[in-house]
């Protein structure tokens, strides 16, 4: 499941009584579950760890939420429209080490963390380039699935900082895929979905250009055969990544601007 979609179900704890309540997706109001206690503070502690283990973002929860109380007919069922409305609170540039999603391994990261928030919850962002490249790279044992948020594909994480200043930080779930992929002897690093199109970063160590910026219209696929087109090759990672977001930014500005027009011809 995508972090932008709309999850089966998630956990909530309703504001009224602090009892825990399940969410399913396309059914009106609560259901009861067990897990419910008669301590409201219990309650959401047991919703926070429920959803984190099956995957569910504070985004998805929010979504379902609104759902089930107004019907699943308006945008506000849809997270990515709450990431598109993101607002951003502050930036710092921040030292530190990130960890392996599975394995006991720590890798240098130095670079931009973004904080914003998204449906009223405070999030943490890890800019791509921050990112190393055994971390995000043909030999990397993971696929980056970054958020995209206002537009800018940015990587959900969880943040400890120590005394000394320096940071811990953990991938946040659903943002990473093990399904490793190749194409023109490019293995894919990272990817991202803007509306119907999506946009694919590729290292090859052995070609005369080492990167590349691939887009691909899944509609258009023929028979389970991606149909990649409109490579940029490039020498460097820097290069890559810079035009990855910009490619990506450009491609969401004009989706926005096409949405606001179908808008404004409904309210003639």
Not at 39 to 45: H, L, W, Y
Not at 50 to 69: D, M, W
Not at 121 to 143: F, I, N, Q, R, W
Not at 242 to 252: E, G, I, W
Request: net charge neutral; hydrophobic share 30%.
């Amino acid at each position: 499941m995508k972090r932008n979609e709309l999850p089966l179900f998630c956990y909530t704890t309703l504001r009224e009584t602090g009892e825990l309540v399940l969410i399913k997706r396309y059914e009106k109001g609560y259901f009861k579950t067990d897990y419910s206690s008669g301590d409201r503070k219990m309650n959401k502690e047991m919703e926070e760890f429920l959803n984190r283990k099956y995957g569910i973002t504070p985004v998805q929860k929010e979504a379902l939420h609104c759902g089930s109380l107004f019907g699943w007919h308006h945008s506000f069922t849809n997270p990515q429209d709450y990431m598109d409305k993101g607002i951003l609170d502050k930036t710092e540039m921040i030292s530190g080490h990130i960890k392996d999603p599975v394995m006991s391994v720590m890798y240098p990261v130095k670079g931009i963390l973004y904080q914003y928030y998204v449906a009223g919850y405070k999030m943490h962002y890890l800019d791509l380039s921050a990112l190393p490249a055994g971390y995000m790279g043909k030999d990397a044992t993971y696929v980056m699935v970054p958020d995209l948020i206002k537009g800018v594909p940015l990587m959900p994480v969880r943040v400890e900082k120590s005394d000394n200043g320096t940071y811990t930080l953990d991938l946040e779930n659903g943002c990473f895929t093990s399904e490793k992929e190749m194409n023109q002897s490019y293995s894919i690093i990272a990817r991202v979905q803007v509306a119907d199109v999506e946009y694919v970063m590729a290292e090859n160590m052995n070609a005369p250009s080492r990167y590349v910026i691939w887009e691909r219209t899944p509609a258009n696929d023929d028979g389970g055969k991606k149909n990649y087109y409109l490579g940029n090759y490039l020498d460097t990672r820097e290069s890559m990544i810079d035009l990855f977001k910009t490619r990506v930014q450009n491609k969401f500005q004009l989706y926005q601007k096409l949405k606001q027009k179908v808008q404004n011809e409904k309210e003639r």
